[in-house]
């Protein structure tokens, strides 16, 4: 499996836009810190702590995503050094252009990834999660 199947000039866009998400992801990351670093510590009244709190909260779930989605950037970025982007990791076809540029970090073609999501519905009608409305007739 190389990447003869695609041309060198969309690899090196790819690797382009991979690369532009990560400056993207590490610079949020770092203003992340800088702003968590920099915080004003001094007390203040129930309300403003509990705001304060859950912004807390809203902005380690965001950095959480980033993380991931930094991963994930970097595991594309290894991939096309390597040789093996842009091929289903099912299937092993070539994913197809317009999905790449749709979702430069895709793993699935569009056949296999909707399979996956069917799959998923499935197991989350037969699993419903604590918030999911319940059928009661």
Do not use: W
């Not at 949020?28 to 968590?36: F, P, Q, T, Y």
């Not at 909260?57 to 965001?62: G, V």
Request: glycine fraction near 6%.
């Amino acid at each position: 499996m190389t990447d003869q199947d695609y041309s060198p000039e969309f690899i090196d866009e790819m690797r382009q836009l991979l690369e532009s998400k990560r400056a993207e992801l590490v610079n949020r990351s770092k203003l992340a810190r800088n702003e968590l670093r920099d915080r004003d510590d001094s007390p203040g009244d129930s309300i403003d702590e509990s705001n304060e709190e859950q912004g807390m909260s809203t902005e380690l779930r965001l950095k959480d995503r980033d993380r991931y989605f930094l991963s994930n950037v970097n595991d594309a970025l290894e991939r096309i050094e390597d040789g093996d982007y842009g091929y289903c990791d099912v299937c092993y076809e070539p994913i197809g252009e317009g999905r790449l540029r749709a979702r430069p970090t895709a793993l699935l073609c569009i056949e296999h990834k909707e399979e996956a999501e069917r799959e998923e519905r499935r197991h989350h009608a037969k699993n419903p999660g604590m918030f999911s409305p319940v059928n009661r007739s």
